[in-house]
């Protein structure tokens, strides 16, 4: 596991957009497991930036998301199929019909979760995944728990996580109680893994998921399992290490 220390947000979000630049250079038709969220949103602007100013090429690359609220549509404003759009796909030259994203209106869940662990292993499998950390150290939204859960699943969302991101709803009452999410294995078969963590509320979690002991109950602490992981932290995220 290597630890990058960023200054900041921006030094952070630069170091990981850097890292995702040179997946996409050395093996043009990749596959990027994608993370929504606060945490990935400036690597997503940079890439964006590097791809308007022509040093990027999208075209052949196919991108996995981690998660998606049960129950949102694709067109509900805090869907992340609507965050991705928004926030990456429309500004590069990504082929949408390749990118994939839970279907949060999934109406036979299993069906759907085993379909989507058999469509990340037709694409390939995912080169490198992009990964945010919770405050309490989940992992797409694979929330503390007694096991990991090992493929795509629909997840009960932890009171922590609903009040995290209630910031994004008008009232928390609004923040979906489930999500499908995809599992410990399909994260921990990517080749590569990116984490970038920001903010002195990740602090704990951090400390906990890099140097705590391997336990479901911090479900990024498995990471340090994985033979190719690259956590870029800034300061306030570093501050209890
Ligand atoms: C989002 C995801 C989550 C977030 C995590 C951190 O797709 O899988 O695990 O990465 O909740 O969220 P932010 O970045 O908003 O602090």
Not at 133 to 146: A, K, V
């Amino acid at each position: 596991m290597i630890i990058c220390k960023a200054q900041n947000y921006t030094d952070m979000s630069r170091k990981a957009a850097n890292i995702i630049s040179a997946q996409v250079i050395m093996k043009p038709d990749c596959v990027l497991g994608l993370a929504t969220g606060s945490s990935p949103l400036g690597t997503y602007k940079q890439l964006i930036d590097w791809y308007q100013k022509g040093d990027l090429n999208f075209s052949k690359v196919s991108s996995v998301n981690l998660d998606e609220y049960r129950g949102l549509s694709p067109e509900h404003e805090q869907s992340y199929r609507y965050f991705m759009n928004e926030n990456f796909f429309d500004h590069i030259n990504i082929d949408k019909a390749r990118t994939f994203v839970p279907d949060g209106l999934a109406l036979d869940v299993d069906k759907f979760c085993k379909d989507y662990d058999k469509l990340i292993e037709e694409i390939g499998g995912i080169d490198l995944q992009l990964l945010g950390l919770g405050r309490n150290g989940h992992i797409g939204f694979n929330e503390p728990s007694d096991i990991f859960a090992r493929d795509t699943h629909c997840v009960d969302l932890a009171p922590s996580t609903i009040d995290a991101n209630k910031r994004f709803f008008n009232s928390e009452e609004d923040v979906p109680r489930q999500a499908l999410t995809m599992g410990i294995r399909n994260i921990m078969m990517a080749k590569k893994i990116v984490v970038v963590v920001s903010g002195k509320d990740k602090a704990k979690a951090l400390k906990e998921t890099i140097y705590g002991p391997i336990t479901p109950k911090i479900p990024g602490s498995v990471l340090q399992l994985h033979p190719d992981v690259i956590i870029i932290a800034d300061e306030a995220a570093l501050s209890e290490i």
